[in-house]
């Protein structure tokens, strides 16, 4: 028997029950992408911070920066952010795979390491890799999984078990893959694009996945209704705007790389 019950009022439904149970049910596609488009128009304007300070130039230019990356990144936050939550309720099974390339990352990474130390044949050693990695790859989310079953086990001893082999997991390939990290940093250092990238890429989908697994309280769900479409064409006009005035789209190419990708020379 279904532990909460809905009754239709006035303007909308209403669930009454436990709120644990309430995640079960999956709102329409449209109220996903109209959620997501308003949380992409905020989103868009925090990503583009580090974007406009990257900026080397007049005040004036790196607001017109900041103006089309908001722009760009709210629209492609608010994209990414709705095919989640379209795609919501995800199975269980799903949570085993960024789990099985966290456990993945160390090994990948001092295994990339130790053949390009120790091999001279860099087509061999490209190949050599591929095969180990993909072998490696499969473990991991063997050990994923396995790791999964145990912590959702009903028995204490077994989500103890799990526990350890989560902590003990993602250890071992912190530790493997720590000297690894720390080398490309350095050389990152000397390539400041290429961190930059990287950093905004890892905020980019540290943010998507907030805005798809998000819980949206029931006012703004209906203020979505009518801001969130309205958030999606301020984001395009904001673009459109900051890149007719000259000197914004190249300068927007040097500082954001997913610019440079949609647009290159």
């Known amino acids: 028997m279904t532990p909460f019950s809905i009754t239709q009022s006035k303007h909308r439904y209403r669930i009454v029950g436990l709120k644990s149970q309430r995640a079960a049910l999956s709102i329409s596609a449209w109220a996903a ?3 997501a488009a308003l949380f992409g128009m905020p989103s868009g304007a925090l990503l583009a911070l580090p974007v406009a300070l990257r900026v080397g130039g007049p005040p004036s230019l790196s607001f017109l920066v900041w103006l089309a990356a908001a722009g760009l990144l709210g629209l492609m936050t608010a994209f990414c952010a709705g095919l989640l939550r379209v795609a919501r309720p995800l199975p269980t099974a799903v949570t085993f795979v960024p789990l099985g390339l966290v456990y993945a990352a160390g090994p990948l990474t001092f295994l990339g ?3 390009h130390a120790h091999t001279h044949h860099r087509p061999l050693g490209a190949a050599t890799f591929a095969v180990l990695s993909l072998g490696i790859t499969l473990l991991c989310f063997a050990f994923a999984g396995r790791t999964q079953s145990a912590l959702n ?5 077994k989500r103890v078990f799990g526990q350890v082999l989560l902590y003990g997991g993602a250890l071992l ?6 000297r690894g990290f720390l080398a490309l940093l350095s ?5 400041p694009a290429y961190l930059a990238s990287v950093l905004d890429g890892l905020l980019g989908l540290s943010v998507s996945l907030v805005g798809g697994f998000l819980r949206c309280p029931a006012k703004v769900e ?3 209704r009518i801001a969130g479409p309205l958030a999606m064409v301020i984001c395009a006009l904001a673009l459109t705007v900051a890149l007719n005035f000259p000197g914004t ?11 440079a990708i949609l647009k290159p020379k």
């Open 153 to 157: 086990s009903g028995d204490r001893s």
């Open 249 to 259: 789209s190249e300068a927007l190419r040097h500082s954001c790389a997913l610019w």
């Open 173 to 178: 390939s912190l530790g493997l893959g720590l």
């Open 187 to 191: 050389v990152a250092k000397t390539h």
């Open 222 to 224: 209906h203020v979505a």
């Open 33 to 35: 992408c109209r959620e």
């Open 113 to 115: 390491t130790l053949i």
